[in-house]
């Protein structure tokens, strides 16, 4: 077999992984060819340009070690947040080792610790790289003590370097090459083949990102996918360098890409095993589970005539993202619409502004939601996901909502407010370790429902960014849950519905009041808002008229002038949903839910 | 659209004896191009006299055209009554400022059959005028209207302008009751704006001066429409009042409803409505208006057509800033307009009657917004 090392980067969000990966391509395509280094950056220049964000990007990076061998080092790009955590876990179970990244002044955050248990799960050989070591900041001894304690890894081993000066990328490649062990497999076994990911070409259709474990197989070949059993003739296979390198055929222990005439990602499942319809392996590759959305959010243009090109995009954008789901939606206030379901916040944040920016289009997201279970008196049960579909109060014997466990990384001199915070937002069963000295890592029960909408923000703001968090769904629980309805001008503006636990029903009515009230512009006449149960009003807010508007002077012929300045306030309320006589902004159907920074 | 009434004629001097604070109107404070001006002016009116035969309204705006002496004036109204006929019963106003007004000027504008003098008054209050940059004084102001009534305009119109941070309502209630006392015919009060680029706006920008706020502007409004509809005006526009319906604005109303105008000289806009509403302004530089005139060219900067939802947004707008309101046919392709309406007359910004949107005095205020909206 050729010199071949599979591995990811993992790390905390902004613990440099991107431009370690940069530093990488760059170093090792100077090595090989100039030409090669630039037109790598100048391709990736661009989809930077584009906003699109480089997920799951795999290539090759040839590399001529110290002691003079040639590799292949293929780097499998993992999306970098909890949403995307089975993603994650695929493209680990592709590697045979991970650079787990730590940032000199920020130390272990909690999605180190997440990415390691992953990483340790796989089995993988994990060098622990040390990065940022060029900042006034940095504390290796602290982060080597973090090493050795939070993560109970051999700090000696640790790679220093700084991604952005370049420093210690010799040393990185080099422990790619010594510490992780080549890839084992058998070519002439039964072909074995993990999807870890999928893109869509315009031009090819789907294309699958894949690794071989046993086997080989090439173009012409039938292969089959083994959860769908659907079957595709391969036209293409090849390596990811620069653009797709075709090759005669993937083999035993090489990552790849795969055409096969599929037409959208969805057809693709991430996590299956590919094997050939001839001859097929008896057991696929461990681990394959569908990806559920959990966060779901209905999206609406903001002009109903805009509906069949929303219709035309999420199409489009579908190709692209398996993990999107969605159906249609309507409601009285919004009109015709969609409701989708998402891996989580990022995802819907990266699904909106997609949306917007490349799609054009004007929409409406309204506040997100989980799912809940309800069972009814007559023994049904029933997920709802839409606050719009919360069943008949007096039919429903009993509801439940999700929970995760939240595990939060901090500096010990937060724990109060931190505690505080979790308590407010329903955590309970604390448990608390103290890994180093004036670090805690905490652990607690909680609702999801509770840090969909913008707990990590809160807990950036009171720690002042110094804490981490992380979290995974564990179960349902029984909950008392009552829908709160808004009214705007005396009307109930059902996407404005939210399904909330009863204790914390008249916190939330205040706070979607109050911020209503700065959302929404002021009108020429008063506009009340209020948040009911049933028909209890239980929150109130009103926002003024304002007097005047009026350019009182409109004399001699320019009118021209003056209806300029009109047309682009009109302009301006394009961007807003007329609700009965009321503007409401664009924004305010998902940040009613944002808690304001005291 | 209008295309039956008879249009409007306006004329632009763009000469001042020194500028206004506040003002944002295209003029020069140098009398040096007078005679070029009215050669150019002169030769303007040749170029549309077949377009635009006969008017039943000439407004003279500036700037202010009471810097031009008398034989000027002359000459100026000698070219258009040559140039351009107007009907049995036409308006004729002149804008006039204080400081420029003489007898003599008085009798040339009467003599040439001028019915209607618009006097630049502001204010009575010589701090108030100050702050505002103009040229004349209270008495100035006051010695001029009587001199309007001897020379025998039995129409008279008074600009006041209000909303500054040097008056108070009771200042501004000594100036309207001076003023009242004079009995004009009309009286039009203008809110203080700080439009851009004027000198009041980079004082405003500078933090040297400022505005009186939201609440008191609509405090001095309301308190303004209430006080004179009781001393027997109508309150017919936002910014304007009438002793009587016989004395609104023939000429501003056309502006307001689409009327076809002909504006001359520089800077001034016109209006054509068919085949297609058009409108098309000229270039804001004595010095290009004179050559380009001079080089037999229309002096024309820019012009639009107006589609018809610009034309609908306008009519909105100008209709609700007038007593008249809005025909409600107008709102025939605006369904989603029924239910702001109901939510305006509920909040008593609109009465609607006779099939018309009418803004009360409080919609009068909002009346852009009103517009806005109703435009979808
Ligand atoms: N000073 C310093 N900054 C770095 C280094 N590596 C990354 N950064 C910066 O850290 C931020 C996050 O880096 P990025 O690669 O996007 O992190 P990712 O979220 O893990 O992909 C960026 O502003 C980088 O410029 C380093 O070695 N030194
Ligand atoms: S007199 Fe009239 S046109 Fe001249 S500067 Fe003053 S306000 Fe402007
Ligand atoms: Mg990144």
């Given at each position: 077999?050729?010199?071949?090392?599979n591995?990811?980067?993992?790390?905390?969000?902004?613990?440099?992984?991107?431009?370690?990966?940069?530093?990488?391509?760059?170093?090792?395509?100077?090595?090989?060819?100039?030409?090669?280094?630039?037109?790598?950056?100048?391709?990736?220049?661009?989809?930077?340009?584009?906003?699109?964000?480089?997920?799951?990007?795999?290539?090759?990076?040839?590399?001529?070690?110290?002691?003079?061998?040639?590799?292949?080092?293929?780097?499998?790009?993992?999306?970098?947040?909890?949403?995307?955590?089975?993603?994650?876990?695929?493209?680990l179970?592709?590697?045979?080792?991970?650079?787990?990244?730590?940032?000199?002044?920020?130390?272990?955050?909690?999605?180190?610790?997440?990415?390691?248990?992953?990483?340790?799960?796989?089995?993988?050989?994990?060098?622990?790289?040390?990065?940022?070591?060029?900042?006034?900041?940095?504390?290796?001894?602290?982060?080597?003590?973090?090493?050795e304690?939070?993560?109970?890894?051999?700090?000696?081993?640790?790679?220093?370097?700084?991604?952005?000066?370049?420093?210690?990328?010799?040393?990185?490649?080099?422990?790619?090459?010594?510490?992780?062990?080549?890839?084992?497999?058998?070519?002439?076994?039964?072909?074995?083949?993990?999807?870890?990911?999928?893109?869509?070409?315009?031009?090819?259709?789907?294309?699958?990102?894949?690794?071989i474990?046993?086997?080989?197989?090439?173009?012409?070949?039938?292969?089959?996918?083994?959860?769908?059993?659907?079957?595709?003739?391969?036209?293409?296979?090849?390596?990811?360098?620069?653009?797709?390198d075709?090759?005669?055929?993937?083999?035993?222990?090489?990552?790849?890409?795969?055409?096969?005439?599929?037409?959208?990602?969805?057809?693709?499942?991430?996590?299956?095993?590919?094997?050939?319809?001839?001859?097929?392996?008896?057991?696929?590759?461990?681990?394959?589970?569908?990806?559920?959305?959990?966060?779901?959010?209905?999206?609406?243009?903001?002009?109903?005539?805009?509906?069949?090109?929303?219709?035309?995009?999420?199409?489009?954008?579908?190709?692209?993202?398996?993990?999107?789901?969605?159906?249609?939606?309507?409601?009285?206030?919004?009109?015709?619409?969609?409701?989708?379901?998402?891996?989580?916040?990022?995802?819907?944040?990266?699904?909106?502004?997609?949306?917007?920016?490349?799609?054009?289009?004007?929409?409406?997201?309204?506040?997100?939601?989980?799912?809940?279970?309800?069972?009814?008196?007559?023994?049904?049960?029933?997920?709802?996901?839409?606050?719009?579909?919360?069943?008949?109060?007096?039919?429903?014997?009993?509801?439940?909502?999700?929970?995760?466990?939240?595990?939060?990384?901090?500096?010990?001199?937060?724990m109060g407010?931190?505690?505080?915070?979790?308590?407010?937002?329903?955590?309970?069963?604390?448990?608390?370790?103290y890994?180093?000295?004036?670090?805690?890592?905490?652990?607690?029960?909680?609702?999801?429902?509770?840090?969909?909408?913008?707990?990590?923000?809160?807990?950036?703001t009171?720690?002042?960014?110094?804490?981490?968090?992380?979290?995974?769904?564990?179960?349902?629980?029984?909950?008392?849950?009552?829908?709160?309805?808004?009214?705007?001008?005396?009307?109930?503006?059902?996407?404005l519905?939210?399904?909330?636990h009863?204790?914390?029903?008249?916190?939330?009515?205040?706070?979607v009041?109050?911020?209503?009230k700065?959302?929404?512009?002021?009108?020429?006449f008063?506009?009340?808002?209020?948040?009911?149960?049933?028909?209890?009003?239980?929150?109130?807010?009103?926002?003024?008229?304002?007097?005047?508007?009026?350019?009182?002077?409109?004399?001699?012929?320019?009118?021209?002038?003056k209806?300029?300045?009109?047309?682009?306030?009109?302009?301006?309320?394009?961007?807003?949903?007329?609700?009965?006589?009321?503007?409401?902004?664009?924004?305010?159907?998902?940040?009613?839910?944002?808690?304001?920074?005291? | 659209?209008?295309?039956?009434?008879?249009?409007?004629?306006?004329?632009?001097?763009?000469?001042?004896?020194?500028?206004?604070?506040?003002?944002?109107?295209?003029?020069?404070?140098?009398?040096?191009?007078i005679?070029?001006?009215?050669e150019?002016?002169?030769?303007?009116?040749?170029?549309?006299?077949?377009?635009?035969?006969?008017?039943?309204?000439?407004?003279?705006?500036?700037?202010?055209?009471?810097?031009?002496?008398?034989?000027?004036?002359?000459?100026?109204?000698?070219?258009?009554?040559?140039?351009?006929?107007?009907?049995?019963?036409?308006?004729?106003?002149?804008?006039?400022?204080?400081?420029s007004?003489?007898?003599?000027?008085?009798?040339?504008?009467?003599?040439?059959?001028?019915?209607?003098?618009?006097?630049?008054?502001?204010?009575?209050?010589?701090?108030?005028?100050?702050?505002?940059g103009?040229?004349h004084?209270?008495?100035?102001?006051?010695?001029?209207?009587?001199?309007?009534?001897?020379?025998g305009?039995?129409?008279?119109?008074?600009?006041?302008?209000?909303?500054l941070?040097?008056?108070?309502?009771?200042?501004?209630?000594?100036?309207?009751?001076?003023?009242?006392?004079?009995?004009?015919?009309?009286?039009?009060?203008?809110?203080?704006?700080?439009?851009k680029?004027?000198?009041?706006?980079?004082?405003?920008?500078?933090?040297?001066?400022?505005?009186?706020?939201?609440?008191?502007?609509?405090?001095?409004?309301?308190?303004?429409s209430?006080?004179?509809?009781?001393?027997?005006?109508?309150?017919?526009?936002?910014?304007?009042?009438?002793?009587?319906?016989?004395?609104?604005c023939?000429?501003?109303?056309?502006?307001?409803?689409?009327?076809?105008?002909?504006?001359?000289?520089?800077?001034?806009?016109s209006?054509?409505?068919?085949?297609?509403?058009?409108?098309?302004?000229?270039?804001k530089?004595?010095?290009?208006?004179?050559?380009?005139?001079?080089?037999?060219?229309?002096?024309?900067?820019?012009?639009?057509?107006?589609?018809?939802?610009?034309?609908?947004?306008?009519t909105?707008?100008?209709?609700?800033?007038?007593?008249?309101?809005?025909?409600?046919?107008?709102l025939?392709?605006?369904?989603?307009?029924?239910?702001?309406?109901?939510?305006?007359?509920?909040?008593?910004?609109v009465?609607?009657?006779?099939?018309?949107?009418?803004?009360?005095?409080?919609?009068?205020?909002?009346?852009?917004?009103?517009?806005?909206?109703?435009?979808?």
């Amino acid at each position: 077999m050729r010199q071949i090392r599979n591995f990811s980067i993992i790390a905390h969000i902004d613990h440099g992984k991107s431009t370690l990966a940069d530093r990488l391509i760059q170093y090792t395509g100077v090595v090989k060819d100039r030409q090669f280094r630039d037109q790598i950056l100048d391709n990736m220049d661009i989809e930077r340009e584009r906003g699109i964000t480089i997920k799951s990007q795999t290539v090759v990076l040839p590399y001529k070690s110290r002691s003079g061998e040639i590799f292949e080092l293929n780097l499998i790009d993992t999306p970098g947040h909890a949403d995307f955590s089975y993603e994650v876990s695929r493209a680990l179970a592709s590697c045979e080792g991970v650079l787990l990244l730590i940032d000199a002044s920020q130390g272990v955050q909690a999605q180190t610790i997440a990415n390691l248990y992953a990483a340790m799960e796989h089995d993988l050989a994990i060098i622990p790289v040390i990065n940022k070591i060029d900042l006034p900041s940095a504390d290796i001894d602290s982060a080597r003590e973090q090493i050795e304690n939070d993560l109970g890894l051999d700090s000696d081993n640790a790679v220093l370097c700084s991604a952005k000066e370049g420093i210690g990328i010799e040393e990185v490649l080099e422990a790619i090459v010594t510490r992780v062990p080549p890839p084992t497999g058998d070519i002439e076994k039964p072909l074995s083949a993990l999807i870890f990911d999928a893109h869509y070409d315009p031009f090819r259709g789907a294309i699958a990102s894949c690794r071989i474990f046993d086997g080989k197989f090439g173009p012409g070949d039938i292969i089959r996918f083994m959860s769908s059993g659907a079957a595709y003739k391969v036209e293409e296979v090849g390596f990811f360098r620069l653009f797709r390198d075709p090759q005669k055929v993937l083999s035993a222990g090489s990552v790849g890409y795969v055409i096969a005439g599929i037409k959208t990602v969805s057809d693709i499942r991430i996590g299956d095993t590919m094997t050939l319809d001839s001859n097929p392996v008896s057991t696929p590759q461990p681990g394959f589970k569908d990806v559920k959305p959990v966060v779901f959010s209905s999206i609406y243009p903001i002009s109903s005539d805009d509906y069949p090109a929303l219709v035309d995009a999420l199409e489009k954008y579908k190709l692209n993202d398996a993990a999107l789901v969605y159906q249609k939606d309507s409601s009285i206030a919004l009109g015709q619409g969609f409701r989708c379901g998402f891996l989580g916040l990022l995802h819907l944040d990266i699904v909106q502004e997609r949306l917007e920016r490349e799609f054009d289009q004007s929409i409406i997201m309204t506040a997100p939601s989980v799912q809940y279970q309800f069972t009814l008196n007559d023994g049904t049960d029933l997920t709802v996901e839409n606050p719009q579909y919360y069943p008949d109060p007096v039919d429903i014997q009993q509801s439940r909502e999700p929970y995760i466990k939240a595990v939060i990384i901090l500096p010990e001199r937060y724990m109060g407010v931190v505690m505080k915070l979790c308590l407010e937002r329903r955590g309970s069963n604390p448990r608390v370790v103290y890994p180093t000295p004036g670090r805690v890592e905490t652990t607690f029960d909680m609702p999801l429902a509770e840090v969909v909408f913008d707990f990590y923000d809160r807990l950036k703001t009171v720690t002042q960014g110094y804490g981490s968090f992380d979290y995974e769904i564990t179960e349902y629980r029984v909950s008392d849950l009552v829908k709160l309805d808004i009214l705007v001008n005396g009307e109930r503006v059902d996407a404005l519905s939210l399904i909330v636990h009863r204790e914390r029903a008249r916190d939330w009515g205040v706070q979607v009041c109050d911020r209503l009230k700065e959302e929404i512009p002021r009108h020429n006449f008063k506009i009340a808002i209020q948040g009911a149960i049933g028909g209890k009003i239980i929150s109130r807010s009103t926002i003024s008229p304002f007097r005047k508007d009026v350019i009182a002077k409109c004399y001699g012929g320019d009118i021209s002038r003056k209806r300029k300045l009109l047309e682009k306030q009109k302009k301006g309320k394009k961007r807003m949903k007329m609700v009965g006589s009321v503007m409401i902004p664009q924004s305010a159907f998902v940040s009613v839910l944002k808690t304001k920074d005291e | 659209m209008n295309s039956q009434e008879i249009p409007g004629l306006y004329i632009h001097t763009p000469f001042c004896r020194s500028k206004c604070f506040y003002c944002d109107f295209y003029s020069v404070a140098s009398r040096a191009e007078i005679p070029a001006w009215l050669e150019a002016v002169r030769a303007e009116m040749k170029l549309y006299k077949e377009e635009f035969p006969a008017f039943d309204s000439l407004y003279l705006g500036g700037g202010t055209p009471s810097v031009l002496e008398e034989r000027d004036l002359a000459a100026l109204l000698e070219s258009i009554l040559q140039n351009f006929a107007f009907g049995a019963d036409p308006e004729m106003t002149m804008e006039a400022n204080p400081e420029s007004l003489s007898p003599e000027k008085l009798k040339t504008l009467r003599d040439f059959g001028l019915n209607r003098i618009s006097l630049g008054v502001q204010s009575l209050e010589d701090s108030d005028l100050k702050y505002l940059g103009r040229a004349h004084s209270a008495g100035q102001a006051l010695r001029a209207f009587e001199a309007c009534r001897s020379a025998g305009f039995s129409n008279v119109s008074v600009d006041l302008i209000y909303g500054l941070e040097t008056q108070s309502l009771k200042s501004w209630k000594k100036t309207l009751d001076t003023i009242l006392e004079l009995r004009p015919e009309h009286i039009s009060c203008y809110q203080l704006t700080f439009e851009k680029g004027t000198a009041l706006w980079k004082k405003k920008e500078a933090g040297r001066v400022r505005s009186i706020g939201e609440k008191m502007e609509a405090a001095f409004f309301l308190w303004t429409s209430r006080y004179l509809q009781r001393r027997g005006y109508c309150h017919y526009e936002v910014s304007n009042f009438a002793a009587g319906r016989e004395f609104l604005c023939r000429h501003n109303r056309k502006y307001w409803r689409h009327v076809p105008y002909l504006g001359l000289g520089p800077s001034a806009h016109s209006l054509a409505v068919v085949p297609q509403p058009r409108r098309w302004w000229n270039v804001k530089s004595v010095r290009e208006y004179c050559r380009l005139l001079g080089e037999g060219k229309a002096p024309v900067a820019g012009w639009e057509f107006l589609s018809r939802e610009q034309f609908d947004l306008e009519t909105f707008d100008l209709a609700l800033r007038t007593d008249e309101g809005l025909d409600m046919a107008a709102l025939k392709d605006y369904p989603q307009s029924q239910r702001v309406l109901a939510q305006w007359q509920k909040s008593g910004l609109v009465r609607l009657s006779e099939g018309r949107v009418r803004p009360t005095r409080r919609g009068f205020l909002v009346a852009d917004s009103l517009a806005v909206m109703l435009a979808g």
